[in-house]
């Protein structure tokens, strides 16, 4: 079962990692590209009862520590 991590626009983890990979380093572009963290009910929809920008931004730092690089400098 696929995770969901933008629970009011139903955008997997998968579809996140995806916009990663064709280059998204902030969360305007993971936006942009998914529509995820676009809604205003993600607090509420959320089991974990918070929004999903924190998720989000901490899957773009991970990605881009992982390549040995800062997503906000490069």
Not at 32 to 38: I, M
Not at 51 to 63: T, Y
Request: contains cysteine.
């Amino acid at each position: 079962m696929e995770k969901i991590i933008c629970y009011c626009k139903n955008v997997t983890e998968d579809e996140i990692k995806s916009a990663i990979t064709q280059g998204a380093k902030t969360l305007k572009d993971i936006q942009f590209l998914t529509s995820a963290c676009t809604g205003n009910s993600c607090a509420e929809l959320n089991p974990n009862g918070f929004s999903c920008s924190e998720d989000i931004n901490d899957l773009i730092r991970s990605n881009y520590k992982s390549k040995g690089s800062c997503c906000c400098c490069s």
